[in-house]
């Protein structure tokens, strides 16, 4: 912009020279005092031009620092906003991984309250061929009182499996739960109480799979108390009764022995 005015006022300043040449080449028609207004004049378009072309300047120098602080301000935005950006995708990331582990501490919420609900619930179970619900309690109390039974301690055993079955009247381990507690009886000589239980067994549930056996103990506990008619009675229902089961071999065994 600069170079332009200087251009002007270097055309300017040839244009007024050789108009003042041809003036003076024809003979005199301007007089010195009409020569000096004339450069006067120059002078002042001169001045003017240079005053305009220095505020031009100056205002494409204020404009360029105006834009170069506006590009600064751009810039210091955007690196404002990168670190924002940052942040928040850092948010983001934490927030992801908080929902994920909040997931998981529910699941194992819900698997360990299922895990304890269960143990509440009615499960079946098998016993002696059998299959029933029965429930959590039930089960442990029956396994505990066999448990005593089989560690050989028969007077406990039956003060276990006679509490068994007054807490649960209707169980599903009634007829075994009588035949363990008969044969505890037999086990330390209580014939009378263990006959009671094993023909409670039978008249409970004749097809159990116990009932052969408990037919047998019951003659077994005759012949104890030397009632040897009886025995053989037993004996000989219990071949009628289940001709196919073990305990009948043994009947058939035991009754010659019989006198």
Not at 26 to 49: K, N, S
Not at 224 to 248: F, H, M, N, V, W
Request: contains cysteine; neutral net charge.
């Amino acid at each position: 912009m600069e170079v332009d005015a200087v251009k002007i006022v270097r055309r300017i300043a040839a244009f007024v020279l050789l108009g003042l040449g041809a003036a003076t080449a024809g003979a005199g028609l301007f007089d010195d005092e009409e020569a000096r207004r004339a450069i006067l004049d120059l002078r002042q378009r001169i001045d003017a031009v240079r005053v305009e072309s220095g505020q031009g300047v100056s205002r494409v120098s204020e404009d360029t620092a105006s834009f170069r602080r506006s590009l600064l301000d751009l810039q210091s935005q955007i690196e404002t906003l990168r670190s924002e950006v940052a942040t928040l995708r850092g948010l983001n990331e934490q927030l992801v991984r908080d929902v994920a582990e909040l997931q998981r501490q529910q699941k194992d919420t819900a698997q360990g309250v299922n895990d304890r609900l269960r143990q509440f619930e009615p499960t079946k179970v098998t016993v002696d061929g059998r299959e029933f619900t029965a429930e959590p309690a039930e089960k442990r109390d029956f396994e505990a009182a066999l448990a005593v039974f089989r560690k050989g301690d028969f007077s406990a055993a039956q003060s276990v499996f006679l509490e068994f079955l007054k807490r649960y009247p209707a169980t599903g381990y009634g007829p075994s739960a009588l035949f363990w507690l008969g044969n505890a009886q037999y086990a330390t000589r209580d014939y009378k109480e263990a006959m009671i239980n094993f023909r409670s067994l039978i008249a409970r549930e004749p097809e159990h799979v116990r009932a052969p056996e408990a037919v047998l103990s019951i003659a077994n506990c005759q012949i104890e108390l030397k009632d040897t008619r009886g025995a053989r009675k037993t004996l000989e229902d219990l071949i009628k009764a289940y001709p196919q089961s073990e305990a009948a071999i043994a009947a058939k065994e035991r009754l010659p022995r019989l006198k």
